[in-house]
Structure formats: C-alpha cells, structure tokens
C-alpha cells in the first residue's frame, strides 16, 4: 500500500515539474513567437485596441493609427497608400503585417523590452498601452520622384547616401494600397488579399530587395573594380574587344550588342570598354582574372551577404559557384548565373562613391517612446573596404566618362557631374530584357548613389543599353535628393 502511494506521488511530482517547466518555457522562450502567431485570436484583439505608434519621414506619418468607432478603437492608416507600401508593409487583421509593421512589430505596439519602463508607468497611472514610433531614413521628395519616374512600368528603384548607408528611396512598381488590407470590414480584406494575390504581376513583391535579376553591363562595374585592384590593369590598359570573342570548350563566341568592335579598335583601353560597356572586353577581362577574384571582389560589395536586417525577406545577391571559363566570361558582364537585387546594385554604387568603402545599408533612424524619449538611434556603420580610394577614384572617373560621352547620356544633370554604367540583362528569347541603371552623384561629392531597375524593356536592345529607360529615373531621383 506504501509502494503504491510513493510511485503516486513521485508521479504527481514528475507532472508538477514538467508543467512547471514547460511553463516557464513557453513564458521565457516561446512568448514572442506564440504572440506573433496570426491566428492567435486574443493577442490579435488585444493588439489591434493599442494605439499603434506612427512610422514617420522625418515628422509626417506615413503609417499611423487614428480612433475608430468600431469594435477595435484604432484604425491603421497609410496617407500615401502605395507610394510606400513596399517599406511600410500592412497591418492586417486577417493577414498579419508586412514590411516595417512586422520587424518593427513590438515596437510600433509598445510591447519591446526596450520600453518596459514605459508600460510600468503606464500600467501605474493607469494608462492603456501605446505605442512608439519609429521614423525612416527615406527622403519624401527621392521616393515620390521614384515612385513616379516607375509609373506605367514593372520595376524598382533604390538610393542611398553613400557616407553613412541610409536609404533614402525605396520604390517599386506595381504597388498595392495597404489601407485595403488595413480595413476592420474583413469581407472586403479577403477579397482584396485575394485580388492581389492573383495579380500576375505581384503587386506585394518588394522587387526592390525581395527579388533578384541578372544585373547585366551594371556588374562591370566589379569586374572593373577586381581589374583595377589586381594591379595588372589601369583605366588605359589596353583589352582585347573584337566584336566576336571566342570562348574555350564553345562554338558559340562572346558578342558584342552592336556585333561591333568596342569604339572602333579590337584593343581599347579599359575606359572606352566600359564607355561603350563592350562584352568582350570584359569578358575577356573576366577570364584573365578568374572565377575566384570576380566573386571576391562581389563578396566585398555584398553579394553573398543579406544587406538589410530591417525588412522580411531580403534576397541575397549571389555570384555563380565555380563557373568554368565560358560561364566566367558570361558573369563578367552580369550574365550566367550572376543575380542581383536593385539594392545590391545600389550598394556597388555606393560604395565607389564613398571611396572604397562600403556602408551598411539601413532604413530605421530611429525608435522613439510615446514621449519622444529616444530608445535606439540608428549609427552608420562599415561593412568593407571594397576596394581601395585610388580605385574606387579610377572607376569614379571611369562611370564620369560613361555618362558624358558613353551609354550614360541620358543620366546627365545639368551642372552636376554624374557617374553612372548602364546595364542590359538578358532574359530568355521570348521576352525582353531587363533595363538597369546605377549611379551617383556629384561626383566629386557623393550625396546619393541609385539603382533602377525595369523588367521587360520593350523597346530596342540598344536604347536600352543607352539608358533610355533607366536613366531619367534615377536623374530624377538624385535631383530630388540634390535639391535641383
């Protein structure tokens, strides 16, 4: 009888301390993720009657919760719906968040440990939770000018300061308006998800960061930079640019987009290749060095590595593993297996812009209490030295050259000296190829550097390569961050 009721206890003990432990569990380790979770009904309610902190460009909400008369007491809003929906996301009743409304989550509802201070106060004079607010690196006029210069196409653009990282414009069309999914009339939220889900054209998609494309004549720009840093190249060396090159284990050559000679000679320098963003020179170029110095020079600039912490989903820009010789020669000029995202491409920009060095790309200046108490400010910080000052001033006046006499024309701004490189990537025959452009400017003084990016380019592959699509874009953008 004894035997019988000390197994009974020792067993009434093992399932106190398993239910003592696995509380202490969920409590310590699994709160946040069982509280983040979408169909967690009460955490859902509960949140969606705080007052959620606004996300502001400087003092003007670009998100922001306003009293509502139904059964929740706060309406999420978004003044400028698309024209920021890709940075700003959703907040949804049915769908969760997106965009800065997820990794800004506990912030923007008050709940981060950073503000627990705050919430005792609260909760001591009796005060309902609120939350903070978390302001934006983006500059207003940089993002509509963005957004603007994208009407009419499927594309995104990207700027940032190059001194210091932050990102001044993100835009992407087509874009969706969040307030739609934003609505407490549910019936209405499914049926937009719904729609904007069916939407070939993948209106939610960040294409700004979320996608990667072949960047094209743009990824010169580091086949110049692994040149030039290697020694064995100047910006006067001559290279080999036939209009044919020929490719070893292949039939099939290296051509030219013109099927022209690079500025007239089989040998120009290294300059006029990228003046006139000759294949074959850098193709050529590219199989000299080898596949391990192209991706160690891409690895300084970020591919490989994901640029930004504060968004979902970020892709990583990569650089093909081990290509043989014709499939280095390929991802010379951005082709092959070589994918980028818009953002990356502003980051190669960036960083020649900034002597060399690379800057970590962000977006959040800073998160502040209801009582404009600054709980995390956001400090510039390097990622490498990408290459050398001297060569990053080579390639400066390399993309100068590009712009005033090359394939960068049309990125000109009056008064202002831009550096720039245009890029076509190839697709597949049934469709056409992606427009790109990247620079920055001035150029002696770098304030911005910007990527654009166009899918289907419809319009002849030489205008394409000339900037036509791309380049007005970005001129506007780094007008509206000049001031011009």
Known sequence: MNSAIRRLAVAAIILMLALMANSTYLQAFRASAINARNDNNRVRDSQFSVNRGPILIGTTPIAKSDPSNDRFKYQRKYPSGPVYAPVTGYYSYLFGRGGIELTMNSELNGSDPSMAFRRIIDV?????????????????????????????????????????????????????????????????????WKSLNADKNRPMSNRAVQELYPPGSTFKLVTAAAALSSGKYTPDSKVTSPAQLPLPQTTVP?????????????????TVALRYSCNTAFGSVG??????????QAAKFGFGARPLTELAGVATSQFPGDPNEPQTAQSAIGQ?????????????????????????????????????????????????????????????????????NGTGKPGRISGVQVAGKTGTAQTSKDRPPFAWFTAFAPANDPKVAVAVLIEDANVPRTDVAGGTLAAPIAKKVMEAVLGQ
């Not at 000018?145 to 995104?156: E, N, P, T, W």
């Not at 290296?254 to 120009?268: F, I, P, R, T, W």
């Not at 994918?339 to 960083?351: D, E, I, R, W, Y």
């Open 124 to 192: 001591i004079s009796n005060r309902p939770q609120q939350g903070g607010s978390v302001t934006l690196t983006l500059n207003a006029a940089a993002q509509q000018a963005a957004y603007d210069g994208l009407a009419g196409k499927i594309g995104a653009v990207v700027a940032i300061e190059p001194s210091t990282g932050k990102i001044l414009a993100m835009a992407t069309r087509p874009s969706y308006d969040p307030n739609l999914l934003a609505s407490h009339d549910t019936t209405k939220v499914a049926a937009a």
């Open 287 to 296: 199989m000299a060095l080898g596949a391990d110095a192209l991706n160690a």
């Open 336 to 404: 092959f297996d070589v994918q980028a995202s818009p953002l990356q491409m502003a980051m190669v920009a960036a960083g020649i812009a900034n002597k060399g060095q690379l800057m970590k790309p962000y977006l959040v200046q800073n998160v502040k209490t209801p009582d404009l108490k600054t709980v995390s400010e956001t400090k510039p910080e390097s990622l490498h030295q990408a290459v050398t000052p001297q060569v990053a001033s080579q390639l400066t006046a390399m993309m100068v050259d590009v712009v005033n």
């Open 254 to 270: 290296l051509v030219n987009e013109d099927n022209k000679n690079c500025g007239g000679s089989d040998n120009a320098t290294l």
